[in-house]
């Protein structure tokens, strides 16, 4: 059976290796989030593209979150073992507990608590980014006022166009003989009587 003293160092050194992964993935979730939005270089441009902006700057906004958090635990950690050393030089035995009632103390594993879901919430916004930088970005439509391409064009069939009415042909006429030679056919209304010339 492990003693208070030995589940007390066992405690702190679990806790202390879990806050320096949280540490480190806080800063990778930073420096990720940091390069899509400064990408300027295909292929991570058009990744970055089609996750937009909103999702790394909340993702950055986490991490920084998380490190804060990390950094006011530590303080607030500092502040509860130095009030115990205070009790602790003033006892017969050198020896006191942590008041667990005490705000520094209360505030010590609340934002250790709190750093560890900000790092869950962290979590599924990179599982999120992952989806779009890996989806196939729709095709844009076409705007309103460009033309179909020809594979679409529709081709234009007249239902009733009328043809307009050629001219009459003009009159062919064989020319009479008159004393072995031949007259020319009248075309129109002679200058007597708009009669033809005979």
């Known amino acids: 059976m492990a003693s208070l003293a030995d589940i007390l160092a066992r405690q702190k050194d679990v806790t202390g290796q879990l806050s320096t992964q949280t540490r480190t993935l806080a800063l990778g979730f930073l420096a990720f989030a940091w390069a899509l939005l400064t990408a300027n270089a295909d292929p991570l441009k058009t990744m970055a593209a089609n996750a937009g902006q909103m999702l790394p700057m909340v993702l950055a906004a986490v991490s920084v ?3 804060v958090c990390d950094w006011f635990q530590y303080y607030f950690g500092a502040e509860v073992a130095k009030a115990t050393a205070a009790v ?5 035995r050198h020896e006191a507990t942590f008041d667990q009632t005490s705000l520094n103390y209360r505030l010590q594993w ?3 608590y709190l750093k560890l879901a900000l790092l869950a919430v962290g979590f599924a916004l990179l599982l999120i980014i992952f989806v779009h930088l890996f989806r196939t970005p729709a095709k ?3 705007p309103s006022g460009a033309s179909p391409p020809p594979s679409a064009a ?3 069939v ?3 166009c009328p043809q307009p009415i050629p001219p009459p042909p003009a009159p062919v006429c064989k020319p009479k003989k008159s004393g072995g030679k031949h007259r020319p056919c009248a075309s129109g209304p002679s200058d007597k009587g708009g009669r033809p010339g005979s």
């Open 140 to 142: 844009s439509s076409a």
């Open 65 to 67: 979150l998380v490190l």
């Open 158 to 160: 007249p239902v009733c």
């Open 154 to 156: 529709v081709a234009c």
């Open 88 to 92: 602790a030089e003033n006892a017969v």
């Open 110 to 112: 609340g934002l250790y």
